[in-house]
T-cell receptor
Framework: DAGVTQSPTHLIKTRGQQVTLRCSPK?????VSWYQQALGQGPQFIFQ???????QRGNFPDRFSGHQFPNYSSELNVNALLLGDSALYLC????????????FGSGTRLTVV | DAKTTQPPSMDCAEGRAANLPCNHS???????VYWYRQIHSQGPQYIIH???NNETNEMASLIITEDRKSSTLILPHATLRDTAVYYC?????????????FGTGTQLKVEL
């Protein structure tokens, strides 16, 4: 049973560019949350999707947007990249009915230069 | 969500019990206590959660004080593979899945 799959694992982008990160949830999971983790810090909540809609949002600017597809997979888009966007981006999924705890992917390491 | 306070680091000898404390003195009645851990270069891993009763699973035990203002995560027989950052999180369970607010956690180092 595959867990949460994130792609790509590493990415280098230039300031001002746009990036799309992808997440495939664990089998049976319908809810996807995205987190940003800066070096040495705990993960920070970006937003959550279920039923293809954004349901909760953290304190992140509109440059951060997302999408959830009918198969429950999700994308995180970041526009106009800043150096400060360099971080590990984590996808976390769960089954809303069970809601025992999130399963996290290993993340995408984004470096903005 | 209520804030949590954890010691920044702890050491434990392999084979001994690791007891990780967490203070959450402002916890509300409908907030659960969750524990996750993050091994270097990996995503966080769910360990256990509870509301008011003590809980145990195959990974750990969670002891919550009667006033719910603090809790302790117990790893009964720590191994080197338990070396990780442990996060204590207090959050309301919602229909769509709760938002997790991570602090800086406790760096647990298990040594021979």
């Amino acid at each position: 049973d595959a867990g949460v799959t994130q792609s790509p694992t590493h990415l280098i982008k230039t300031r001002g560019q746009q990036v799309t990160l992808r997440c495939s949830p664990k089998s049976g999971h319908d809810t996807v949350s995205w987190y940003q983790q800066a070096l040495g810090q705990g993960p920070q909540f970006i937003f959550q999707y279920y039923e293809e809609e954004e349901r909760q949002r953290g304190n992140f600017p509109d440059r951060f947007s997302g999408h959830q597809f009918p198969n429950y997979s999700s994308e995180l888009n970041v526009n106009a990249l800043l150096l400060g966007d360099s971080a590990l981006y984590l996808c976390a999924t769960l089954n809303r009915q069970a809601n025992y705890g999130y399963t996290f992917g290993s993340g995408t390491r984004l470096t903005v230069v | 969500d209520a804030k949590t306070t954890q010691p920044p680091s702890m050491d434990c000898a392999e084979g001994r019990a690791a007891n990780l404390p967490c203070n959450h003195s402002t916890i509300s009645g409908n907030e659960y206590v969750y524990w996750y851990r993050q091994i270097h270069s990996q995503g966080p891993q769910y360990i256990i959660h509870g509301l008011k009763n003590n809980e145990t699973n195959e990974m750990a035990s969670l002891i919550i004080t009667e006033d719910r203002k603090s809790s302790t995560l117990i790893l009964p027989h720590a191994t080197l593979r338990d070396t990780a950052v442990y996060y204590c999180i207090v959050s309301v369970r919602t229909g769509g899945g709760n938002k997790l607010t991570f602090g800086t956690g406790t760096q647990l180092k298990v040594e021979l």
